[in-house]
């Protein structure tokens, strides 16, 4: 997995304690960021409701996936690009249903990028004796 940092930071992904993936953060307002994580669940819910799929079966299919993924990252094994925004989706539908709640084991967190210290640099015009 790639470690992906933005101007402000990153949004971490986790499912049963285990670091899935990691995504940039752009902007400013937090909770803008997680708005549109929380819209993108939300319309993956709307989409298979709109093609014809019971919310319990997405709820099955949504938790096995999450299952699959975490699996897999624990085993060392490839985790393709599209799986990550799959996993981000599933993740997020299953908020927004409230099925799960966001703790240390479960959901997101947000890093904040690391602000670098100004180093005071001496007088340089002193007499070193």
Not at 19 to 45: A, F, N, P, Q, R
Not at 65 to 79: A, D, H, M, S, V
Request: proline share 1%; charged share 35%.
């Amino acid at each position: 997995m790639k470690k992906k940092v933005g101007k402000y930071g990153s949004i971490c992904l986790y499912w049963k304690g285990t670091l899935v993936s990691t995504y940039s953060v752009d902007e400013s307002d937090e909770e803008k960021e997680l708005e549109y994580y929380y819209e993108v669940g939300e319309h993956m819910i709307n989409m298979s409701k709109h093609i014809g799929y019971h919310i319990k079966d997405q709820i099955r299919v949504y938790f096995g996936f999450l299952n699959k993924i975490e699996r897999r990252k624990r085993e060392g094994l490839p985790i393709y690009a599209s799986d990550h925004d799959k996993f981000a989706h599933s993740l997020f539908a299953l908020l927004r249903l409230r099925l799960i709640e966001n703790d240390e084991r479960d959901g997101y967190l947000i890093v904040q990028k690391k602000k670098k210290k100004k180093v005071k640099q001496g007088n340089k015009n002193h007499l070193c004796l």
